[in-house]
Structure formats: structure tokens, C-alpha cells
């Protein structure tokens, strides 16, 4: 498989994330050549990618989703990489290419490096502008506010910022790029001390969440969205494929409720493919897991169950409002949600017959 993460699977070499590579921003000014714009670029995705997910999340707390049109990758990369397989007759309608390498070669031709999700692709010339996710959901959150939705969330709040970004590092280094270390650790060493910072970071974690709502003041911001993107596969894939194992999400009374608060939250859970989650993790990292056998579980009906931190306050949303629903065509298959809750399926059937 000829891809950036799991070549790093079979080196003896300590798994070292690769730079990315492309870091032009979109921005109000159009500094780099690329101004902020409605319908000029394309979110291109992986659902199963964590850092491809924060991307996912912003776009729709923003309500961006009509200026930044989204294309979503087939969660298993061939040794072309990502293809748009699930679009008809595997292209993405709108670029028309079947490879996100396609974008690639087009911005640089030979382009030596692995191509890498989220990208964002500028759509009248089919260049790829960027693949750095951790630049991207920061200029969606101050660059793009022209085209934010009435009611936004400031998801980067100045006055916070300096608090933000020292959390947001703390979970990059330990939780985010943590788990992979931990997952693609070929000696017991590298594995162990990646899981146990993994854990020990998430520890602090729960402690500092359980007297607050949110990680940074008492409202939605980045540092919640970089931490759920982790939180929301940890069950899934890191606890067994990348043996993060000492516990369970959802055995961290403070972190799962925490997580399912997140994920019941309009614009986080409704972006979230747990079918794909588990197919991408488990079939493309080969030398991980060489059977590609996709594991049954986790049961996943406990993320919609009642979480109870409303009692903590915090305002989701700050001054602004929920986003509306998920438009359409962009819903997440059944196959990729949690099975109803026997409870919401009454509620449901019980406003059925009301009508
Ligand atoms: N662009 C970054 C981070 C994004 C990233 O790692 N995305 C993964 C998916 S989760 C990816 O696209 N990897 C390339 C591949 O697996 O082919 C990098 O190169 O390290």
C-alpha cells in the first residue's frame, strides 16, 4: 500500500508523521493567491480520517457547507490512494477526476510525496491548494467569516487563544498523534511509552472535564473539536487495531460523557461514518492487521444515550445557535450511525402516529 501512514508500519524507524506538504492558505486578503470564496474550492474528505473529521465538524458549525462544497473519499485507499469510488462511475462529480492524486499532480507534477486527506482543491483550475489540516480548520474559523452562517460559534476566540492552542498541543502530542505512535510502534518500547502517554494525557484530561463543559471556557471551540475527532474512534480502532487497551472510552465516566455530549451536538455526531471508521483502519493498515478482518463491535447504541452535562452550564454555541440539519446528500449512510436507542425509536414511532 503505497501510503503515507502505513509504509510507516513496516520501517524500524519510530513512526514519524509526514509534513504536509502543501501549506497555502485561503484567506480573506487573498495573500497566497487563493481568497476566501463562495463555490470556488472543494473540501475533499476521508470520514474515517481523524484530522480530515475536524474539517468535517467546523464546515458545519460554520455553516459553510453551501460556500465549501465537500467531497467524501472511499475509505479504502488502493495504491493510488484515495478514490472516489462511492460517487457514480468513481469520479467526484464536480472535479471529475478519480484520484485526489489527480489534484495533486495537477498543483505539482511528479509530486514525490503521499497524498494525504483533508485537502481542499480549487475547483476551476483542479490544483490542490492545501493539505494542512492543522492550518485549514483555523482559517475556516477566522479567515472564512464572510461566508459563516448567521449564529456561528467563534471557534477560536481571541481572548482564548493562547489557552487553546497550549491544550490543543498537549492532545495533539499525546492523544491525536499519540494513538498512531502507539498503533504503529514496532518495538515494545516505542509502544509502550506512546500508550502510556496516551492514557496519562487523557487522565489529565478527564480531570480538567470534570468541572467544565468544554476544554477551554465555557463554550465550543477547536480544542474540543481536535479532542472529540479521537475521543469519537477511540472504542472502535485505537482501543484494539492500534492497541491503545489500558481502558475503554467507555469505561472514563467523564471523557465518554464528554464524548456523547459532543456527539449528540448538531455538527459533531452527524458527521461521524463509524462504517467507515472501522473499515478504513482495519482493512488499510495491512501491516497492522494483515487478515483485513473488520472486528463486529464496539456496540455503539451508548453515543446517543443521555450524557447529563448540561448540569456543568456552558454555552455550546456562546452568543450563536445550533446549525441547521445536514444537507442533503450528505447525511451519513444508517450503516455508519449507532442503531436507534429503543427509547428514541418509541419517541419516534409514538410522533407517527400523532400525525
Ligand atoms: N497531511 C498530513 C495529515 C493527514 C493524514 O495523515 N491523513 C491521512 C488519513 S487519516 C492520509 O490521508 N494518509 C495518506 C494515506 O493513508 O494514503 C500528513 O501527511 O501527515
Redesign the pocket.
Known amino acids: 500500500?503505497?501510503?503515507?501512514?502505513?509504509n510507516k508500519a513496516y520501517g524500524s524507524k519510530p513512526f514519524k508523521?509526514?509534513?504536509?506538504?502543501f501549506t497555502d492558505r485561503v484567506t480573506a486578503d487573498g495573500r497566497d493567491g487563493w481568497p476566501v470564496e463562495a463555490g470556488r474550492y472543494r473540501l475533499v474528505v476521508?470520514r474515517?480520517?481523524?484530522?480530515?473529521s475536524r474539517a468535517l465538524v467546523s464546515r458545519r458549525l460554520l455553516g459553510l457547507e453551501r460556500a465549501l462544497s465537500l467531497a467524501v473519499a472511499d475509505p479504502v485507499?488502493d495504491d493510488r490512494?484515495?478514490r472516489f469510488t462511492l460517487d457514480p462511475g468513481g469520479r467526484d462529480p464536480v472535479l471529475g477526476i478519480r484520484f485526489l492524486g489527480e489534484a495533486y499532480e495537477a498543483r505539482e507534477p511528479g509530486f514525490p510525496?503521499?497524498?494525504?486527506?483533508?485537502a481542499l482543491v480549487d475547483v476551476p483550475s483542479g490544483r490542490l491548494v492545501t493539505?494542512?489540516?492543522q492550518q485549514l480548520t483555523l482559517d475556516l474559523a477566522t479567515e472564512w467569516t464572510a461566508l459563516h452562517r448567521e449564529g456561528a460559534p467563534d471557534l477560536y476566540p481571541r481572548p482564548l487563544r493562547e489557552e487553546i492552542d497550549r491544550v490543543m498541543d498537549e492532545v495533539y502530542g499525546d492523544v491525536n498523534n499519540g494513538v498512531y505512535r502507539a498503533g504503529f510502534a514496532t518495538t515494545q518500547e516505542e509502544y509502550e511509552a506512546a500508550c502510556t502517554g496516551v492514557f496519562r494525557r487523557l487522565e489529565a484530561l478527564a480531570e480538567r472535564l470534570a468541572g467544565q463543559r468544554y476544554l477551554v471556557g465555557d463554550t465550543i471551540t477547536e480544542a474540543d473539536i481536535r479532542l472529540f475527532t479521537t475521543l469519537v474512534r477511540f472504542d472502535a480502532v485505537y482501543h484494539g487495531h492500534f492497541k491503545c487497551n489500558l481502558w475503554k472510552l467507555a469505561e472514563n465516566e467523564v471523557l465518554w460523557a464528554y464524548a456523547r455530549d459532543l456527539y449528540q451536538t448538531p455538527g459533531f455526531g452527524d458527521t461521524v461514518d463509524f462504517d467507515h471508521i472501522k473499515r478504513?483502519y482495519y482493512q488499510?493498515h495491512e501491516g497492522i492487521n494483515p487478515t483485513r478482518v473488520v472486528p463486529l463491535g464496539p456496540d455503539l447504541s451508548g453515543w446517543t444515550a443521555p450524557h447529563g452535562r448540561e448540569r456543568l452550564g456552558g454555552r455550546p454555541f456562546g452568543d450563536g445557535t445550533p446549525p441547521g440539519p445536514v444537507p442533503a446528500g450528505e447525511e451519513v449512510a444508517p450503516a455508519g450511525r449507532p442503531p436507534a436507542r429503543a427509547a428514541e425509536r418509541d419517541r419516534a414511532a409514538r410522533s407517527a402516529r400523532a400525525v
Open positions: 500500500m503505497n501510503s503515507v501512514e502505513s508523521r509526514s509534513r504536509s506538504h476521508s474515517a480520517c481523524p484530522w480530515a485507499q490512494s484515495w510525496g503521499g497524498v494525504s486527506v483533508p493539505n494542512d489540516y478504513h488499510v
